[in-house]
């Protein structure tokens, strides 16, 4: 897996990113048009030490509309002419703003590649055994040149060929991003380049992650949030658990709210205490609902990409999602009960976070969403370096079950732990998918009748939040870095008065 790895295609990202934050920050309107057009220029040029493309002009075209999305711009059509600051004027705003799709291909980024193919590599010793040959139910491996071929027209793609090589010489290709969608939102347009059905997408971003030339990318809020840190104002950033080592080995909760003041938020809330008050609600919940037999199961995450894909694709199911607020929402009507004039800014690893925060009823809770990815960006264009800053205080707004809500599995770890705290010797069946295609499957399953009595959890991400398309190092350690976090938080469990806090 290319996750966490410091890839050129990241590079060119944050690259991207960090040019758009400095013109949020320069805010400077009788010079913005001109700023844009300046960007492609200063990232791709001849004396580049990264050459990103067979060709600068190429790599510049690619610059320019990834320009365009992180300015919170659609891509310009390919059949007539659009200037690169069309539409400028509308994004040009110190609020949020957003284009739908939140995911998009870059067409000429997308490199074609094949979507199922199964071919001989040179691998091949022409073995005298031939067994690809000999369990292929079409005939459609041959001996040429002494070595194994298959005939594509023949081929059935079953992968019985690949399966008995003994030298392993048999690949199967298969096109990235289209294997790393789980609702088979990834399709073909007529040039054979990678085209997203937004009928189905449900912006996880796993195909974005997985493209290794960085072929697609999700829309940022990053140039109007700058705009707004500019102007100032009361602006509450809301950092969600899996922050813990995103932003270097020994950057401490004290280091990253410090620069985040330095930024110009004026406050910074944990995510994990909505988290909290989620889980208590929904262990009442779990008990008053399924354990009573009124429901035959609950469905809960605070993953917006698989609660997207239950209503999309399993609208039957509908009663059985939850309706307890997610950490974002729950956390950000906190803030606002507390500091109601201000702005909130939710900061966390997840692309559709940016869709659940556009949603009609969630709008005016969350003004704004940043990944982790973007926010280091905003760090770079302000040449913050977060060692060098530290707050009085650190995060002590939540527990270890609140923050485990990061990690697959840990909301229903949290949900158990509080079932167990209020409603001793209630048991709770727990049952848990992460993936979307495996999250289908287990969905499948409730739908048939197999999961009554259950407590289902599923998140988009394998590895769930710490895994999210905005993350900036690789899953396993942010694993071991939130699993130390957890571990060293002073509660383990919310107290039950959390549950009486009225958001709704």
Request: net charge neutral; proline share 5%; glycine share 8%.
């Amino acid at each position: 897996m290319m996750r966490g790895l410091q890839t050129p295609v990241r590079a060119i990202r944050r690259r991207v990113f960090t040019e758009v934050a400095k013109l949020g920050f320069k805010a400077d309107a009788e010079t913005l048009l001109a700023d844009m057009e300046a960007i492609p220029y200063e990232i791709v040029n001849d004396d580049t030490e990264v050459q990103y493309r067979e060709s600068t002009y190429r790599a510049r075209a690619i610059v320019r509309e990834r320009l365009r999305l992180a300015m919170g711009l659609s891509l310009r059509p390919e059949n007539k002419p659009v200037h690169l600051t069309a539409g400028v004027e509308a994004s040009n705003i110190s609020e949020k703003y957003y284009e739908p799709p939140l995911m998009q291909v870059i067409p000429s980024a997308c490199e074609r590649c094949e979507e199922n193919k199964y071919e001989v590599s040179n691998m091949c010793k022409g073995c005298l055994a031939h067994p690809c040959q000999e369990v292929c139910p079409k005939g459609a491996i041959s001996m040429v040149n002494g070595k194994s071929y298959i005939d594509q027209e023949k081929c059935i793609k079953c992968g019985k060929c690949k399966s008995v090589c003994p030298y392993d010489a048999i690949t199967k290709k298969e096109r990235p991003c289209k294997n790393a969608c789980g609702v088979g939102a990834i399709v073909s347009d007529k040039h054979g380049r990678a085209y997203i059905d937004t009928e189905k997408c449900v912006s996880c971003g796993m195909c974005m992650v997985s493209c290794p030339f960085g072929a697609i990318s999700d829309k940022s809020q990053i140039f109007q949030l700058t705009r707004a840190l500019k102007e100032g104002g009361e602006i509450v950033a809301e950092i969600a658990p899996a922050f813990v080592g995103q932003f270097g080995e020994n950057i401490t909760p004290r280091n990253i709210k410090a620069a985040l003041q330095e930024l110009g938020f004026s406050e910074v809330y944990e995510v994990a205490l909505g988290a909290d008050i989620g889980a208590i609600s929904e262990a009442h919940h779990y008990v008053e609902k399924v354990v009573s037999g009124e429901l035959p199961f609950l469905l809960t995450s605070c993953c917006p990409s698989w609660a997207m894909m239950a209503k999309k694709f399993f609208p039957d199911l509908i009663d059985q999602i939850s309706e307890e607020l997610t950490p974002m929402v729950a956390t950000a009507r906190t803030i606002k009960k507390e500091h109601p004039n201000a702005r909130v800014v939710f900061i966390g690893p997840c692309a559709a976070k940016k869709l659940e925060a556009s949603r009609r009823t969630v709008r005016s809770d969350v003004d704004f969403v940043v990944t982790y990815e973007e926010l280091q960006a905003m760090f770079d264009a302000k040449e913050i370096d977060l060692t060098k800053y530290s707050a009085e205080s650190s995060f002590h707004d939540a527990t270890g079950a609140g923050r485990g809500y990061a990690c697959a599995g840990g909301v229903a770890e949290a949900i158990e732990k509080c079932v167990n705290e209020y409603y001793p010797g209630v048991e709770v069946n727990i049952e848990h998918a992460e993936g979307l295609a495996e999250c289908k499957k287990i969905l499948t399953l409730a739908k048939a009748g197999r999961m009554n009595g259950c407590l289902i959890e599923g998140m988009g991400c394998p590895g769930g939040c710490i895994a999210g398309a905005g993350t900036n190092i690789p899953v396993a350690k942010a694993k071991k870095a939130l699993t130390n976090y957890v571990k060293n938080s002073t509660k383990n469990i919310p107290p039950e008065e959390l549950a009486e806090i009225e958001l709704k």
